[in-house]
């Protein structure tokens, strides 16, 4: 889509309010680039901003959910898969060279009983995940896994859940051709937001030092000095300044490498219980549950009006920015941005 076209298509939005003699939205699908673009070459004003960040691939009637059978489920879900995994395969053909090589180690959780390999994306239901190891290792049932602090699960894994690189070399090579690897992703804009109410607003925890030294520092760019708590777009300029760097905030393709690490699948938060359930039944593990996620919690940000509230404040200059900056994550995983715009 080009400018020029961008402004044909408004002029015929306008059109249609003129006609119409009312108020109406406007709905307009975007692809980024364009924002970009507008952002750079016109300084538009973005005064409201939605985002529908639901994945078509998820959604399913319930109806559909009820009637199927176990088998219906993971033959769709086989498809629904590989689709992503060829995409994701694709990208990584297209844009390797662009990518910078792995340097450091994934953070590779290995279960040998049911031949699982995790790796560890936070703010994208690792926690959860952690604890579905820390039983599928049968360290502990798995009410006593779902009772678990935040804290004490970190502290759990990293004693009674084995990395993929304390085995030999030998043995490594072995589970990553052989094992179920999976990864979880999650929109980059929604994964942001959680990052902010996980790390700006809560005020207790194990790393609540870390996260007031990180508070600190955001408020040392400010132009007065004010003790006002940090705002979203405060945060968002630390993100896009790299002000200060943080795995909770860091881009998803550089945590666990998909361009290096192949996995076998790629589960989208949005989708978290289906495919939870796809990958523990491919597994063989008939007893164990995907918790659901708590939507009272402060870091829950999947809810479409705190995604309005928070993103509508960043104009669409900094919007531009923090794509340019998860571009990749965009492109690998194949996210998009429908844009709504009063």
């Known amino acids: 889509m ?23 939205s406007i709905f307009l699908f975007m692809d980024i680039t364009d924002v970009y673009d507008l952002a750079i070459t016109r300084k538009t004003k973005l005064q409201h901003v939605h985002l529908d960040l639901s994945n078509n691939t998820h959604l399913v009637a ?69 604890r579905i190891m820390l039983v599928l290792s049968e360290y502990m049932n798995y009410t006593q896994a779902m009772n678990l602090t935040t804290e004490q699960v970190s502290d759990a894994w990293k004693k009674h859940v084995p990395s993929l690189y304390t085995f030999p070399v030998r043995k490594q090579k072995h589970i990553l051709a052989t094992y179920t690897k999976f990864m979880f992703v999650r929109h980059p804009f929604t994964r942001l937001l959680s990052a902010f109410n ?76 289906n495919d939870a359930k796809y990958i523990l039944t491919l597994s063989n593990v008939t007893s164990v549950g995907f918790p659901e996620p708590s939507k009272s919690h402060v870091t829950y940000s999947s809810d479409n009006d705190k995604i309005f509230k928070a993103f509508s404040t960043l104009p669409v200059s900094m919007l531009a920015d923090l794509y340019y900056k998860f571009k990749y994550d965009f492109t690998l995983f194949d996210y998009k941005i429908p844009f709504i715009i009063n």
């Not at 176990?70 to 689709?83: D, G, P, T, V």
């Not at 590779?108 to 560890?120: A, D, G, I, Y």
């Not at 945590?255 to 290096?260: A, G, H, K, M």
């Open 198 to 273: 996980d790390k700006m607003k809560m005020k207790d925890g194990k790393y609540q030092r870390g996260n007031d030294i990180i508070i600190e520092k955001i408020k040392n760019h400010r132009d007065k000095n004010t003790t006002e708590d940090v705002e979203f777009v405060e945060f968002i300029n630390m993100v896009v300044s790299n002000m200060y760097t943080n795995v909770h905030w860091s881009e998803m393709y550089k945590i666990c490498r998909p361009c290096d690490i192949h996995y076998d699948i790629i589960g989208h938060f949005e989708d978290m219980t």
């Open 62 to 130: 319930n109806s559909t959910e009820q009637l199927e059978s176990i088998e219906e489920f993971m033959k769709r879900y086989s498809l629904i898969h590989a689709k992503r995994a060829k995409h994701t395969n694709e990208m990584c053909s297209r844009h390797g060279k662009r990518l910078a090589k792995m340097k450091g180690k994934p953070k590779l959780l290995v279960n040998e009983k049911h031949k699982l390999v995790f790796c560890q994306t936070p703010k994208v239901g690792s926690t959860s995940w952690c």
């Open 2 to 24: 080009t400018s020029s076209g961008s402004n044909v298509r408004r002029f015929m939005f306008m059109f249609v309010l003129i006609c119409a003699a009312g108020f109406m």
